[in-house]
């Protein structure tokens, strides 16, 4: 008993260590972050991304399907959308947890993705009312090769890296109930697969989804393609610590002195 008291009192210690020790730096697929970080919105992860967006109709909008980028020769004009066609687009994550792409001097000691880039697509958002997007899927990819630029790349070159994140929208919300041109969408996702989806399963956003993203749109001066920025956010499951680990085993190891002793 007086060894099970031990063990019980170091387990206590470990654990409250533990709480205030820091959750080690997660690196999935050369894409590094800090999940202590806390943003303004509380999320502990959250990253800036720029792109290109446009509509399509449903027959020329790209398909769901692993590296697979939609084409730019399909975009119709945003003042003649209406019920059925997409909005899809292509774009790169610019800044990830306070770090910037470029950012060497980091308290991560690099760059989020020093030998990499993160870019995505997205598509499926189609039209279905005034104001409305039902749908919508996003897919992100961490690339060891980097060679996308939004404003000179081919949208080719954001889908030819690995799978990071696939998302899925489990609802959206519009501003502008008149016009497609201009306003904000707002997509709640749910994580459904990628390299990185344990670390963004969480369920901790509305709707039960995974990762909250907001982003504008402006069609001007008779263009069909637009350029704008936006954000997503949420929450990243540390990797288990040392700490941690330590503190089950040590609840192990005193579970088993106590059933041995009552034998």
Do not use: H
């Amino acid at each position: 008993m007086k060894m099970f008291r031990k063990l019980l009192s170091a387990v206590a210690l470990v654990a409250a260590f533990g709480g205030t020790a820091q959750a080690s730096i997660i690196n999935i697929g050369g894409v590094t972050w800090d999940p202590d970080a806390v943003s303004i919105t509380d999320s502990d992860f959250t990253a800036r991304y720029e792109f290109n967006q446009f509509f399509s109709s449903s027959a020329n909008a790209v398909s769901n399907a692993l590296n697979a980028a939609p084409n730019y020769a399909n975009a119709i004009n945003p003042l003649t959308v209406g019920f059925g066609d997409v909005l899809q687009g292509v774009g790169e994550i610019f800044k990830f947890n306070g770090v910037n792409y470029g950012d060497t001097s980091s308290a991560i000691g690099g760059a989020f993705c020093a030998s990499c880039e993160l870019t995505f697509v997205f598509g499926g958002f189609q039209i279905a009312g005034p104001g409305t997007f039902t749908n919508g899927w996003l897919r992100l990819y961490v690339d060891d090769t980097p060679d996308f630029n939004v404003s000179t790349s081919p949208a080719g070159n954001a889908a030819d890296g690995n799978l990071f994140l696939q998302l899925s929208a489990v609802a959206n919300e519009f501003s502008n109930a008149t016009s497609f041109q201009s306003g904000f969408l707002t997509s709640y996702f749910a994580v459904t697969g990628g390299i990185a989806a344990s670390n963004f399963d969480t369920n901790t956003q509305q709707f039960m989804a995974d990762l909250l993203s907001s982003a504008s749109s402006q069609f001007s001066n008779n263009n069909f393609i637009a350029t704008s920025t936006g954000q997503i956010s949420g929450n990243s499951i540390p990797e288990p610590s040392t700490v941690l680990l330590l503190s089950l085993a040590l609840m192990g190891l005193a579970m088993t002195r106590r059933q041995t002793k009552n034998k």
